[in-house]
């Protein structure tokens, strides 16, 4: 950013990464809705890991 004005180069940016997502769209086969059940159970261990100190 120049005096509060985008520069090139980071729309430029922002197009390769705007690439990289549609193409990762297209092969990437995720389920439509997150298994929450499975999110939370391994939120819990990590969360159990640090309070136990297992992770440094």
Known sequence: MENGVMTPGFYEIVTEYETSFAEADKRTH???EPDMAAVSRFVESV??????????
Do not use: F, K, Q, Y
Request: hydrophobic residues 30%; proline residues 15%.
């Open 30 to 32: 995720l389920p439509e």
């Open 47 to 56: 969360n159990r890991r640090i309070v136990t100190e297992e992770v440094p």
